[in-house]
């Protein structure tokens, strides 16, 4: 997703789940935003980078550098959240965004 749609996702999980619409039915929406992901995808951007120059190892630093814990997220982490929102542990949340970053963002 674009960076630039992150500041309308809250704003549209809200409007989605307005009352009237989806409530008497029962049907939760919410927002996981995910930051830095440990993978395939970020490894190709990595990659990426160091044909521009930059090493890799220089790339993974700047993007752990977000992170105050310094550590990216493991798609795990992603599934631990939406396995929590989709249980009974979560059945009363509900037009919420959850961020699931390292304290990057």
């Known amino acids: 997703m674009p ?3 992150r500041p309308h996702i809250p704003h549209t999980s809200n ?10 039915s029962h049907i939760r929406v919410n927002v996981i ?6 993978g395939e995808r970020i490894e190709r951007v ?3 980078a160091a044909k521009e120059a930059v090493e890799p190892a220089e790339m ?3 993007f752990l550098a ?7 997220v493991l ?3 992603i599934a ?7 249980s009974d542990s979560g059945k009363r949340m509900s037009g919420h965004v959850f961020i699931v970053d390292a304290d990057a963002m």
């Open 3 to 5: 960076n630039s749609w």
């Open 15 to 24: 409007s989605i789940t307005c009352p009237w619409r989806l409530g008497p």
């Open 33 to 38: 935003c995910p930051g830095f992901v440990e």
């Open 46 to 48: 990595i990659e990426r």
């Open 60 to 62: 993974r630093a700047r």
């Open 66 to 72: 977000d992170s105050s814990m310094g550590i990216g």
């Open 75 to 77: 798609p795990d982490d």
């Open 80 to 86: 631990a959240m939406t396995l929590f929102l989709t």
